[in-house]
């Protein structure tokens, strides 16, 4: 995430709280929030993809294989 960006996202909600935001400030938040959110997500499944997890027997699988196996087993779809 850029610095300017993240200064920005603080700034329009600073203002947010004191004043009210324009339509277009908004519009640009919004926008940044977007962003700044999948950056976020981005990172968090970058870190899973390092994350390992051992089973009851012993072996050590990756945590979303582990996650999706799970998930299977008790019916649901992700």
Known sequence: ???KML???NEL????REQ???PEEQAEQKRLYKIYLG???A???STLDNVSVKEKDGKVVPFKQAYTKNSKENGNKN
């Open 1 to 3: 995430m850029d610095k």
């Open 7 to 9: 200064a920005r996202i």
């Open 13 to 16: 909600a600073k203002k947010k």
């Open 20 to 22: 009210g935001l324009t």
């Open 39 to 41: 950056e976020i997500r």
């Open 43 to 45: 990172q968090f499944d």
